[in-house]
């Protein structure tokens, strides 16, 4: 009888986890020693990098590619211009409610768009993304087409002092993008995310455990949807200046996100981390040549697609490196006695295959 | 009551545009299960490949269009054979992640060398030829031409996949690939021959797009929704179907835009939404998926 234990933590995700409080502290730090320019920049890299995350976990891991996920991050950006110019709710509140509104529109457009497979869904998504886009245009007391800017009461009722608005910014944008990271970090390694992986491997044998699909999902459509709506309020709330076409951009929202998953690794955590910092490097250098930054990132992404299907840090993974332990995997403890041919690589290990 | 049958017929026959878009979509769809993201994007190249086309050339507006049927038609080919084949397989990511991502490039591409300035292909009196059909109905020859295109497109492509043995071929792989290939079809050639065919349609598409309307770069993605939502509403794997599918969405969007200006493309949505509502299979739907 071999005897074996269960791991999750391995080498490379203890040196992880040590990597993830050291880059904490300085991101924590960065305020003290950043200009306002850098600290308005990570900012933006924050929110992206939670939209990856989000797009990822959707995509990745739950299956649902979705190219319209801009209706969120608008429907977001529109709940804070309506609850604080209309209704005169404090900015900080109405930041708070655009997630969970995001999520409670996500349940009828899930219901609707789960009607749709594959990459019909895809395009599904985007047209419920359009719907959104030209309701908001006929919101004639937010501006209509033109689109409105939130009033400078709204901007100081957060704080009188421009640097300490940064400073709130830069704090709940952190806590957004490592929230993001965190999300999908514990919704994989609960037992949400185990059925998640056991769909992913095979949706037949996840059935035949009672598994149920369609709620599994729902579930991460939802909470993608909410996080992706506070973004957009944090987002918006930050530019101060709302408009349908920029809200509801594929190509803001959905284009960047995408591309920066696919670079980076689709289907892992660390992915979208590696793919967010491709993504504003490149798109810093090459600021100064248009739209050549989305033409570049689009080739890279084909490339990557059909050379490396899991994205860069796929490459990392057939080194078994991974930061995040979101795996269990069977170590045998006592050598030789293991169970020949035994091997937990090929042999169901939950969140192994494929991974 | 004579305004309205003309709103109707003026929707309807805008319809076979939308069918003309979405017959392309729906042949690389029937017969590699392939959803072509940068579908509305070639469109919008093939426009611009006739604008250059005439400006060269001094063909009229129509007579550019077998140039552009054959340029597309290779690109067509050679797209399928040299990237989209490398992108089949069971996972729907690849194939759809590489067209989003040729979508993006095409049409910051085309905003690249054209810019973002709107474009027009001049067709001359066919511009403004109307024909009248007594009673205060008149219609525009252009549109008449554009429907009758479409519906001769479609038993064209009806004809092709049902009566000639590269459509057996087509049915055959799109059926069971594996099998195909043990009977001897070269399912590669196959899947590159259909991008072909159905690039040239996405040309017949473009230039009667560019003659209809002013265009520009950014006008691919809805072009893209337009024949998707055709598709949905007409019913998978029917192409007589995504011909009613085209022309219940002209009539909803030119019935929208007479009770409100603003609302022509969202009262299509709506259409479409409804239509996911009560028969999420669509209209006449053929294939299981």
Same mark, same amino acid.
């Given at each position: ?79 804070? &211009?309506? /609850? !604080?110019?209309?209704? %005169? ?10 997630? *969970?509104? $995001? @999520? ?120 993608? &949807?909410? /996080? !992706?709506?506070?973004? %957009? ?10 408009? *349908?076409? $920029? @809200? ?108 | ?289």
């Amino acid at each position: 009888m071999a005897s074996f234990r269960i791991e999750r933590l391995t080498r490379a995700s203890r040196i992880g986890v040590a990597l993830i409080a050291a880059a904490i502290a300085v991101l924590a730090s960065l305020p003290l020693w950043a200009g306002s320019g850098t600290i308005r920049l990570a900012v933006e890299i924050f929110y992206y990098l939670a939209l990856a995350e989000c797009w990822n976990l959707l995509a990745g891991y739950a299956g649902l590619v979705s190219i319209g996920q801009q209706a969120f991050v608008g429907f977001g950006g529109y709940v804070l &211009a309506f /609850l !604080t110019i209309l209704l %005169g709710v404090p900015p900080l509140v109405a930041l708070a409610v655009a997630g *969970p509104a $995001a @999520a409670i529109v996500a349940v009828p457009t899930a219901l609707l768009l789960f009607r749709l497979r594959g990459a019909y869904f895809a395009i599904g998504t985007w047209v419920a993304a359009e719907v959104f886009r030209l309701i908001a245009l006929q919101i004639f007391s937010l501006g209509g087409g033109t689109g409105i800017s939130l009033p400078v009461s709204v901007v100081l009722a957060i704080s009188d002092s421009r640097a300490v608005r940064d400073l709130i910014f830069y704090y709940i944008g952190l806590a957004v993008g490592l929230g993001g990271i965190l999300m999908v970090f514990f919704w994989l390694r609960s037992r949400q995310g185990l059925a998640l992986t056991a769909i992913r491997d095979s949706e037949t044998a996840a059935a035949s455990v009672g598994i149920d699909k369609e709620r599994s999902k729902l579930a991460v459509y939802v909470i993608a &949807a909410a /996080l !992706t709506g506070f973004v %957009g309020a944090l987002a918006y709330l930050e530019k101060v200046r709302i408009s *349908p076409d $920029a @809200a509801f951009s594929v190509v803001d929202w959905s284009a960047d996100v995408i591309f920066i998953v696919v670079i980076g690794g689709i289907g892992s955590i660390e992915g979208p981390i590696l793919g967010t910092v491709i993504f504003f490097v490149l798109r810093g250098l090459l600021a100064d040549y248009g739209v050549a930054y989305l033409i570049l990132l689009g080739l890279v992404a084909v490339v990557v697609m059909l050379l490396a299907p899991r994205g860069l840090w796929g490459i990392a993974e057939k080194f078994d490196i991974h930061l995040f332990p979101v795996q269990r995997r069977l170590r045998f403890t006592e050598a030789g006695s293991a169970t020949p041919g035994l091997d937990p690589k090929i042999h169901g290990v939950p969140g192994r295959a494929r991974q | 009551m004579i305004e309205w049958l003309n709103i109707v017929l003026q929707g309807a026959l805008l319809g076979g545009l939308y069918a003309l878009f979405a017959a392309g979509l729906s042949l690389m769809f029937g017969v590699m299960r392939i959803v072509n993201i940068a579908h509305g994007d070639l469109i919008v190249l093939a426009a611009y490949i006739a604008l250059v086309v005439v400006r060269w050339s001094g063909f009229g507006a129509l007579e550019s269009l077998p140039v552009v049927a054959v340029l597309m038609f290779a690109l067509g080919y050679a797209l399928q054979r040299g990237l989209l084949n490398f992108t089949l397989g069971a996972d729907v990511l690849p194939p759809l992640l590489v067209t989003f991502g040729l979508s993006v490039i095409i049409e910051n591409g085309l905003q690249e060398i054209f810019s973002a300035d709107p474009q027009r292909l001049q067709a001359g009196r066919l511009d403004i030829a109307s024909l009248s059909l007594g009673g205060g109905l008149a219609v525009g020859w252009l549109e008449v031409i554009v429907f009758a295109t479409a519906v001769v497109v479609i038993a064209a492509l009806e004809a092709l996949l049902y009566r000639t043995a590269i459509g057996r071929a087509f049915r055959a792989t799109s059926d069971d690939a594996d099998t195909a290939r043990l009977y001897g079809v070269d399912t590669r050639h196959v899947f590159a021959l259909a991008t072909a065919i159905s690039l040239a349609v996405v040309s017949v598409a473009g230039v009667l797009l560019a003659i209809r309307t002013t265009f520009e770069p950014s006008i691919g993605p809805a072009r893209l929704i337009y024949a998707f939502e055709a598709v949905i509403i007409g019913g998978l794997g029917s192409l007589w179907g995504t011909l009613v599918g085209g022309v219940i969405l002209g009539v909803a969007q030119s019935i929208g835009i007479v009770l409100n200006p603003a609302w022509d493309l969202l009262a299509g949505h709506v259409v479409f939404l409804l239509v996911l509502v009560l028969r999420p299979r669509g209209l006449f739907p053929k294939t299981a998926d």
